[in-house]
């Protein structure tokens, strides 16, 4: 009997034994657990900071690139339509044609209050017949003809008074730059150029009707093509061709 009281008492302590051993790693366990999971949250953070800076710094460096092309660009690649459009939008100048060393924007024209009190932005032509586009600007005496080469705007032609309005005319099938004299009675005068590019001038034509007698209004006439004399009818189909095509771009 005690010894079997001896054996119910060893196996008592036995399982206890086995019952604590459990408990004690059921609870490492779920410290184990409790710990592992900050720390995989830290990594998992780290990587995104990592994985975030890295896509900025590729970002940047993307940006940069583009921005070095697009200067690039600007200095080395910008078209004729691209360079209007700059000057345009008043981003840059356009040199003059009577001195290389001076140059204006277009918000210039709206101050010179005295004659480009109004203006307008007219149609691109290829008024030198190199095949790209000049810009019109409808003005005073004919406004003005831009031109774009060589990454800059230049001023390719200009009315300059009364006795200098600027047109164009479409003669012998090209494109004829024409500065016309018609501010004195019985007196007209025509100076037209053909242009291959705005610096090459090809050809020139002047024509002209006035009188033999400046002092008699009513007296004849003579008419000239390049100087020479021509008759009235010469003249008439001469003028009936040209002017037949001419644009005017005074605003």
């Given at each position: 009997m005690n010894r079997c009281k001896k054996m119910g008492v060893l196996?008592?302590?036995?399982?206890?034994?086995?019952?604590?051993?459990?408990?004690?790693?059921?609870?490492?366990?779920?410290?184990?657990?409790?710990?592992?999971s900050p720390t995989r949250q830290q990594e998992s953070s780290v990587q995104i900071d990592e994985s975030t800076n890295l896509e900025k710094e590729e970002n940047k460096a993307i940006s940069a690139?583009?921005?070095n092309t697009q200067t690039e660009n600007i200095d080395t690649e910008m078209t004729a339509e691209e360079l209007l459009d700059l000057f345009v939008n008043g981003s840059i100048n356009a040199i003059s044609s009577e001195d290389s060393t001076s140059a204006f924007y277009i918000t210039d024209l709206d101050m010179d209050s005295d004659e480009w009190d109004s203006y307008s932005i007219g149609e691109r032509v290829d008024l030198d017949n190199d095949g790209e586009n000049e810009l019109i600007i409808?003005?005073?005496?004919?406004?003005?003809?831009?031109?774009?080469?060589?990454?800059?705007?230049?001023?390719?032609?200009?009315?300059?008074?009364?006795?200098l309005e600027l047109s164009y005319v479409v003669y012998n099938g090209s494109i004829w730059i024409m500065h016309s004299n018609?501010?004195?009675?019985?007196?007209?005068?025509?100076h037209m150029e053909k242009f291959e590019g705005a610096d090459n001038l090809v050809a020139e034509m002047n024509f002209c009707e006035e009188l033999i007698d400046v002092d008699n209004v009513e007296g004849k006439e003579k008419y000239?093509?390049?100087?020479?004399?021509?008759?009235?009818?010469e003249y008439l189909e001469l003028c009936s061709k040209i002017f037949a095509t001419e644009v005017?771009?005074?605003?």
């Amino acid at each position: 009997m005690n010894r079997c009281k001896k054996m119910g008492v060893l196996v008592c302590v036995f399982l206890a034994t086995l019952n604590v051993v459990a408990c004690g790693q059921e609870k490492g366990d779920e410290v184990v657990t409790t710990d592992a999971s900050p720390t995989r949250q830290q990594e998992s953070s780290v990587q995104i900071d990592e994985s975030t800076n890295l896509e900025k710094e590729e970002n940047k460096a993307i940006s940069a690139e583009e921005s070095n092309t697009q200067t690039e660009n600007i200095d080395t690649e910008m078209t004729a339509e691209e360079l209007l459009d700059l000057f345009v939008n008043g981003s840059i100048n356009a040199i003059s044609s009577e001195d290389s060393t001076s140059a204006f924007y277009i918000t210039d024209l709206d101050m010179d209050s005295d004659e480009w009190d109004s203006y307008s932005i007219g149609e691109r032509v290829d008024l030198d017949n190199d095949g790209e586009n000049e810009l019109i600007i409808c003005g005073p005496y004919g406004g003005i003809y831009l031109d774009a080469r060589d990454n800059k705007v230049y001023e390719f032609a200009v009315g300059e008074g009364n006795a200098l309005e600027l047109s164009y005319v479409v003669y012998n099938g090209s494109i004829w730059i024409m500065h016309s004299n018609r501010m004195n009675t019985g007196y007209e005068a025509y100076h037209m150029e053909k242009f291959e590019g705005a610096d090459n001038l090809v050809a020139e034509m002047n024509f002209c009707e006035e009188l033999i007698d400046v002092d008699n209004v009513e007296g004849k006439e003579k008419y000239t093509l390049n100087g020479t004399e021509i008759s009235y009818e010469e003249y008439l189909e001469l003028c009936s061709k040209i002017f037949a095509t001419e644009v005017t771009t005074t605003k």
